[in-house]
């Protein structure tokens, strides 16, 4: 176009940004409005299940950091109850292998992304903290759990309640 | 509508210190009151407007990027900026080991007060204002507005950093170049009212000038922005690219300096341009007084929006721009209005549609010839 030198795309651009004002923000406002994380999420921690878990010990072979404690004992029909069963969040790298390994679906992912401690001390999560009923369980190589999670919110998806 | 003989009674000074500094319907009739009244409020007015202009350019610009802007400290983020500047306070303020100490400590003190001085002429009301009806307003304006190139040069000398002695040099280079067109824009105002006072501008303004004058209105508006070293002039400091440009080796208080300086002259210049083109105080209804800072937000709010929006040119473009471009036109467009003047004085109203079609095919034409090395252009 001749007239375009003259600064008429400049002016258009202005248009552009001014339409801009009308659509929705996309800044989501922390603490008052979480999103809701990937069903398959591998988050900053891990949840155990006592029932399914026989003490076989194979995700403490498959840590590469050896972060995994566990401690049995021989109790009723000759079968293994776990005492102690221990991971150092802190040292943890969250790859998942030990999910993986567990032949018997007994350990998760959880879905908790708010993790921080003020204590490295307070990272260690030991069997109480691991059975927790407050953690969720995530997805992560659990396809069973898929259907029963809620579905990720994205940004661009989201119902906006504006927060000014 | 000035009564210097009570003036004069009231405080024989004034009758020789300044031509007519006491605004006449301001209930302090005595000189140094008066004096001492606007000297105060205009520093602290400048400094709590600073304080709403840092906010309001952050609040105002987030939409344009699809965010919120701060919105933790206080209602709607308005106390951000005082948080912003508690922190600057509390930071160390360190001086080059080799700098030239002197000039380092002046710079930052010499590119605020220069700023704080123009206000001494803007008529924020009918005659309210420090000296608002100074003969010389505008001439003021003009000289005392080119003492902070003097500053930013200051800076960058006194850091001993040769990235800051370039950015000076450069930041320099701009200030002069557009301070040119600057003043021809502002001749063409003067030669339109009459008279070199800011009152008398205001006065003068039937139809604002923006309309009469359009080409002024613009060009005044570009040499805003290219001295106030804003989008889509702020190649100096760009601060997505290089860090800061002149003021690099400046941290703590002595930086906060500068981003008051920054912003107060934000302000200075939305107020030169509300006055000059917009009118000034007049409009319907409202009281004049929140006329003006309705236009005073309002001017600041377009320059933000240039921010959102363009981006920044080139050096070489920066200066072709003044020289081949905007000094040219600003002298034809001053012949124009010598003519309009000429012949049909004072001026009338249907020059209005008149001159802005004649802005239009000049501008366009003059972009169209307009051509710089490097393969691309440079438009208004």
């Known amino acids: ?164 | 509508m000035f009564n210097l003989p009570e003036v004069a009674a009231n405080a024989p000074l004034a009758s020789w210190w300044l031509d007519s500094p006491v605004s006449p319907d301001w209930p302090c009739h005595n000189f140094w009151a008066h004096w001492a009244i606007f000297g105060f409020g205009i520093a602290f007015g400048v400094l709590g407007i600073v304080i709403l202009f840092i906010w309001f350019e952050r609040r105002f610009i987030a939409p344009m990027q699809l965010r919120i802007g701060p919105n933790r400290c206080g209602p709607f983020g308005i106390l951000q900026p005082v948080a912003d500047a508690l922190k600057v306070m509390m930071k160390e303020d360190i001086v080059p080991a080799l700098a030239d100490k002197t000039v380092h400590f002046l710079a930052p003190i010499l590119i605020f007060v220069p700023v704080l001085l123009m206000f001494a002429v803007i008529p924020f009301q009918n005659g309210v204002g420090l000296i608002p009806d100074l003969n010389v307003g505008l001439l003021f304006i003009v000289a005392v507005g080119a003492i902070e190139t003097v500053a930013v040069f200051m800076a960058g000398y006194g850091s001993n950093n040769k990235y800051s002695l370039l950015g000076a040099m450069r930041s320099v280079a701009m200030m002069v170049s557009y301070e040119m067109p600057m003043a021809l824009a502002v001749v063409a105002v003067v030669m339109v009212s009459g008279t070199l006072s800011m009152q008398g501008i205001v006065m003068a303004q039937s139809v604002p000038f923006a309309l009469l004058l359009p080409m002024s209105f613009i060009f005044y508006f570009t040499c805003a922005l290219a001295e106030l070293q804003r989008t889509p002039f702020d190649l100096l400091e760009a601060e997505s690219e290089i860090i800061a440009g002149y003021h690099i080796e400046y941290s703590g208080m002595k930086f906060a300096m500068f981003y008051l300086g920054e912003y107060a002259g934000a302000i200075i210049q939305s107020a030169i341009i509300v006055t000059l083109f917009l009118s000034g105080w007049k409009g319907p209804i409202l009281p004049p007084f929140i006329w003006f800072f309705i236009k005073l937000f309002a001017v600041f709010g377009v320059i933000v929006w240039f921010r959102a929006t363009w981006p920044r040119v080139r050096i070489d473009q920066l200066m072709g721009f003044a020289w081949k471009y905007m000094l040219p036109l600003s002298l034809v467009n001053l012949l124009i209005v010598a003519i309009e003047i000429i012949f049909w004085d004072p001026v009338q109203w249907w020059l209005v549609p008149v001159n802005i079609v004649i802005t239009g095919v000049l501008l366009a034409l003059w972009t169209g010839m307009f051509k710089l090395r490097g393969g691309s252009e440079v438009d208004a």
């Open chain 1, 1 to 164: 176009m001749m007239l375009k030198p003259a600064g008429f795309g400049l002016m258009q651009g202005l248009l552009v940004v001014l339409k801009n004002m009308t659509r929705k923000r996309i800044t989501e406002q922390y603490p008052e409005e979480r999103l809701i994380v990937s069903r398959r999420t591998r988050a900053q921690e891990l949840v155990w299940d006592r029932d399914r878990c026989t003490g076989c010990a194979t995700c403490v072979k498959a840590c590469p950091q050896g972060n995994i404690k566990i401690e049995t004992s021989i109790g009723p029909n000759n079968k293994y109850v776990v005492e102690k069963f221990e991971n150092d969040e802190g040292r943890c790298i969250f790859c998942g292998l030990c999910v993986e390994a567990c032949p018997y679906e007994a350990l998760f992912f959880g879905r908790s992304y708010e993790r921080s401690q003020y204590q490295r001390k307070a990272l260690v999560a030991d069997i109480d903290e691991m059975t927790s009923p407050k953690k969720e369980k995530s997805a992560y190589y659990r396809p069973d759990l898929y259907d029963s999670l809620p579905e990720q919110t994205l940004l661009i998806y989201r119902k906006h309640k504006r927060i000014l």
